[in-house]
C-alpha cells in the first residue's frame, strides 16, 4: 500500500524511553509524503522526564508534521464524524492505554481518537511499550489481537532477564504494520525473539 497522501495519526502515550525511536518513523511517514498529525496523551503534554522535555517533543512534532499536534479530548473527538484520518498508530502504546482500549475506556485524547477511528471501520495499529505485557496485560493483549481493525507491530521481550514480564514493539516495523493494515492483513511474525 501507497502511503503517499494517506492521513495518518501517530499517537504518542507514555513510555517516554521508545520516543527517540518513535520520531523518525514520523520524519519517515513525512519523506513519504504522508499527511502526519500527532495526538499526544495529557501525560505526555506537561511531564518531562530524563528522555526529554514535554515542550521540546511537542515542538517537535509540530516542526516535523507541520501540523499542531491534538492535545485536547474534544478536538481528538472531531476526528471520527469529521472522518479525518486513514490510520491510527499508537506509538508508543503503554500497558495504561492498551487496558483501557481492551476495555472502551474513552477518558484521554488518544483514547477518544481511536473510538472515532474505529467508528469509522479504519484500521488502528499498536506498537506496545509495556513491563506487564506478559502479566497483568496479558489478558488484554489477547483480547485486542482478536478485534477486528486493530493490528499490532511486532513486539519482543525487551529484557528478559531483568524484566521477563515486559515487551516492547519493534518500532522499525511501525511503517511496515501501517502499509499492511491498510491491506487488512496482521504484519507476520507477529511475536519476535528477544532483543
Do not use: W
Amino acid at each position: 500500500m501507497n502511503i503517499n497522501g494517506k492521513n495518518i495519526g501517530i499517537a504518542l502515550t507514555g513510555s517516554y524511553c521508545t520516543f527517540d525511536k518513535v520520531f523518525p518513523q514520523i520524519e519517515e511517514l513525512v519523506k513519504k509524503k504522508a499527511n502526519v498529525y500527532t495526538i499526544f496523551s495529557e501525560q505526555t503534554q506537561i511531564t518531562n522526564t530524563r528522555f526529554g522535555s514535554a515542550a521540546d517533543f511537542l515542538k517537535k512534532a509540530k516542526d516535523i508534521t507541520g501540523n499542531k499536534p491534538i492535545t485536547e479530548i474534544v478536538d481528538a473527538e472531531k476526528l471520527g464524524p469529521g472522518n479525518i484520518l486513514d490510520i491510527i498508530a499508537i506509538a508508543p502504546c503503554t500497558g495504561n492505554t492498551l487496558a483501557k482500549l481492551a476495555n472502551s475506556i474513552t477518558d484521554s485524547t488518544v483514547l477518544m481518537a481511536s473510538k472515532g477511528l474505529l467508528r469509522n471501520n479504519k484500521p488502528l495499529a499498536l506498537a506496545i511499550s509495556t513491563n506487564d505485557a506478559l502479566s497483568n496485560n496479558l489478558k488484554n493483549l489477547g483480547l485486542l489481537i482478536n478485534v477486528k481493525n486493530i493490528y499490532f507491530v511486532p513486539f519482543s521481550q525487551d529484557n528478559y532477564k531483568e524484566k521477563p514480564n515486559s515487551m516492547v514493539a519493534n518500532f522499525d516495523l511501525l511503517i511496515p504494520t501501517i502499509e499492511h493494515a491498510f491491506d487488512g492483513k496482521q504484519i507476520q511474525p507477529l511475536v519476535l525473539a528477544p532483543s
